[in-house]
């Protein structure tokens, strides 16, 4: 089976950085993407890596490292906006995605 | 225009009553699927759908079926709804079941039962 673990909570202020950790367990690894939700929002997708190393987009950035089974989803000048939930998923196989429990992320002024 | 949209977006009925979820996408995309998004927001999937045709099924209690006219359209129904069974329900869709392919989600269905 597929197990993810991330952090439950993650606070910060408006302009920081912060980094999204995420390990996982699974058989037939393809790759891991993370999503975003805000409260009474659907999932929306950020980000997919496949291979090693960190993938830019815009404000946010996603790292894996397959040999640790591990990732992480970097956000940076962050905007009181960006308070959601963040999801990492992992592909194992054909139509399967397996989500993490979810950070949900406060930003404070 | 709304990619992946469901309805109706909120459901309140009583138990052993039978519901279904309609959800259509405008995508093009030949996958669709449920998820389920329980009370501590863990996301599971139930179903999966490609061109119409089941290739997951995860353990579901066979009350829920899913149906699939055509490849736009992909249908929840749930017959003798118990109190365990409200959530969030995300129909959702995406090109190719291949790995790392985007998932669209529509924006849920908030099912309560009482």
């Known amino acids: 089976g597929q197990s993810l673990e991330q952090p439950s909570e993650v606070t910060a202020v408006e302009g920081a950085i912060v980094q999204i950790n995420c390990t996982y367990q699974?058989?037939?690894?393809?790759?891991l993407s993370w999503y975003q939700q805000h409260d009474g929002g659907a999932p929306t997708f950020l980000s997919y890596?496949?291979?090693?190393g960190l993938e830019e987009t815009g404000r946010f950035s996603s790292f894996l490292s397959r040999s640790d089974s591990y990732g992480y989803l970097l956000l940076q000048e962050l905007q009181m906006k960006d308070s959601a939930s963040y999801f990492c998923?992992?592909?194992?196989?054909?139509?399967?995605?397996?989500f993490g429990k979810g950070t949900m992320l406060l930003v404070s002024p | 225009d709304t990619a992946v949209s469901q309805t109706p977006k909120y459901l309140v009925t009583q138990m052993g009553n039978d519901k279904s979820i309609k959800c259509e996408q405008n995508?093009?995309?030949?996958?669709m699927y449920w998820y389920k998004q329980d009370s501590k927001k863990f996301l599971k999937i139930m179903f999966s759908?490609?061109?119409?045709?089941?290739?997951i099924n995860e353990t579901v209690p066979n009350r829920f079926s899913p149906k699939s006219p055509d490849k736009a359209h992909l249908n929840l129904h749930i017959n003798s709804l118990e109190l365990g069974d409200s959530a969030v329900y995300f129909c959702?869709?995406?090109?190719?079941?291949?790995?790392?392919?985007?998932?669209?989600f529509g924006e849920g269905s908030w099912l309560t039962v009482v």
């Open positions: 959702a869709s995406s090109q190719g079941a291949r790995e790392g392919n985007t998932i669209y």
């Open positions: 998923a992992v592909s194992s196989g054909y139509s399967t995605l397996t």
């Open positions: 759908y490609n061109n119409k045709e089941l290739i």
């Open positions: 890596n496949a291979l090693d």
């Open positions: 995508l093009g995309h030949d996958t």
């Open positions: 699974t058989s037939g690894f393809y790759g």
